[in-house]
């Protein structure tokens, strides 16, 4: 696999791949609501990629019944003390090329022929309301305690720590006076719906170059459309 690296992040790498339907292990701790988005985009036609696997962090959530009832395999490793090196072991053995975080709850450790092919995508416009413990609901009563104005969600390359990696692509809502946190909530999930399915094509476009902390998103190549 051919990269360019950066000199700004170390071992970040910008990563280029063949041409054939991009092969994705889906990260689940949850529900699975964004796995069945990505299921639904793929089914579409909207992103040229297969989910070979799933990993669960443990036994007994729905996301592993969404992926059953869809054909994935799914393989559960939970928390441990090699979580990292399990995590990738797996996922070398799905031959998967991109590692998609959703809903994913522990940090990794990401062996660095890995960096640039893990994404993330977090509820609030990062910098704001990131970081170890905030997830969920959490994420939205800290919006909502704060005072924001707007939110939003932030696709972006995962490194070893919570939330900090490169940003992808980010999408703004707005915080209404009379919003809860599952109003709130929604309104992000709605966006992010949107931006993650997107934020995965471009990367199986070949279209993210890894700039220090900046991704430059390029061009699209009319021959690559379909």
Not at 169 to 175: C, E, F, H, I, Y
Not at 197 to 219: F, K, M, Q, S, T
Request: net charge neutral.
């Amino acid at each position: 696999m051919g990269s360019k690296t950066n000199d700004r992040i170390p071992g970040f790498q910008t990563p280029t791949r063949m041409a054939d339907p991009t092969r994705l292990v889906v990260l689940i701790s949850g529900t699975g609501t964004t796995l069945h988005n990505l299921i639904q985009c793929i089914a579409r036609g909207e992103l040229p990629a297969r989910i070979v696997g799933v990993i669960a962090s443990r036994s007994g959530i729905g996301g592993i019944a969404r992926a059953e009832e869809a054909g994935i395999p799914v393989a559960i490793v939970p928390p441990g003390q090699k979580l990292s090196e399990q995590i990738f072991a797996t996922v070398e053995r799905f031959q998967g090329e991109l590692v998609v975080l959703a809903g994913w709850l522990h940090l990794l450790t990401i062996p660095e022929p890995w960096l640039g092919r893990v994404v993330n995508i977090h509820p609030s416009l990062l910098p704001a309301f990131g970081g170890r413990g905030m997830y969920g609901l959490r994420v939205h009563q800290a919006v909502l305690h704060y005072g924001a104005k707007v939110s939003g969600c932030t696709v972006h390359f995962a490194d070893n720590q919570y939330d900090s990696g490169p940003i992808i692509l980010q999408a703004v809502v707005p915080v209404e006076d009379d919003d809860t946190p599952e109003s709130l909530a929604a309104r992000v999930f709605a966006q992010e719906c949107e931006i993650y399915p997107r934020a995965i094509r471009l990367w199986c476009e070949n279209r993210l170059r890894i700039e220090g902390r900046r991704v430059r998103i390029l061009p699209a190549n009319p021959s690559a459309q379909g």
